[in-house]
T-cell receptor, first 113, second 115 residues
Framework: NAGVTQTPKFQVLKTGQSMTLQCAQD?????MYWYRQDPGMGLRLIYY???????DKGEVPNGYNVSRLNKREFSLRLESAAPSQTSVYFC????????????FGPGTRLTVL | AQKITQTQPGMFVQEKEAVTLDCTYD???????LFWYKQPSSGEMIFLIY??????QNATEGRYSLNFQKARKSANLVISASQLGDSAMYFC????????????FGTGTSLTVIP
């Protein structure tokens, strides 16, 4: 089992460019998440998907869109990147009950110039 | 209000000593889960330990234990016999049953183990 995989691992964009971060999990989890991590801020939830076909905004959704393509895959799109979106992005998945932990991908380090 | 509060930005501990990392939480949901994660300098998030709101006993996993004080809404992580490899960021997180799928994370505590 690969667990949660993310691509790419690193990315540099210019302001205004667009890109999609890909995430896939092979644990048959219903719920998937996108977080960003900035120094001193912990992890902040961008969007999550409780189940295939549903998505909901988290704490910091502005400037992002998501697609739950199927049960395995959950992508995050930046339509017009801004320097404020420079961050480390983590995808995670979990079963949909309170006692189940999240499993995290390795992260994507994104720099927007 | 913050759902999860970690008030110690940085902590130091001598190798082989025990250390407690503080976490307080805020919820009105009677059913919730509390989690601790470790993030070493390599960046990955590693799940350490879980405590359910209805669990009668404190959770333990090897050298990790969770000091759960429900009335005080605290869920402190205790690491016994610290090792150099324990140097990392530690995050406390909560998941409420009524919101089901959202996890709330604290800002983390940076632990440094001194040889």
């Amino acid at each position: 089992n690969a667990g949660v995989t993310q691509t790419p691992k690193f990315q540099v964009l210019k302001t205004g460019q667009s890109m999609t971060l890909q995430c896939a999990q092979d644990m048959n989890h219903n719920s998937m998440y996108w977080y960003r991590q900035d120094p001193g801020m912990g992890l902040r939830l961008i969007y999550y998907s409780a189940s295939e076909g549903t998505t909901d905004k988290g704490e910091v959704p502005n400037g992002y869109n998501v697609s739950r393509l199927n049960k395995r895959e959950f992508s995050l799109r930046l339509e017009s990147a801004a320097p404020s979106q420079t961050s480390v992005y983590f995808c995670a998945s979990s079963e949909g009950v309170a006692y189940n932990e999240q499993f995290f991908g390795p992260g994507t380090r994104l720099t927007v110039l | 209000a913050q759902k999860i509060t970690q008030t110690q930005p940085g902590m130091f501990v001598q190798e082989k000593e025990a250390v407690t990392l503080d976490c307080t939480y805020d919820t009105s949901d009677p059913s919730y889960g509390l989690f601790w994660y470790k993030q070493p300098s390599s960046g990955e998030m590693i799940f350490l330990i879980y405590q359910g709101s209805y669990d009668q006993q404190n959770a333990t996993e090897g050298r990790y234990s969770l000091n759960f004080q429900k009335a005080r809404k605290s869920a402190n992580l205790v690491i016994s016999a610290s090792q150099l490899g324990d140097s990392a960021m530690y995050f406390c997180a909560m998941r409420e049953a009524n919101t089901g799928n959202q996890f709330y994370f604290g800002t983390g505590t940076s632990l440094t183990v001194i040889p």
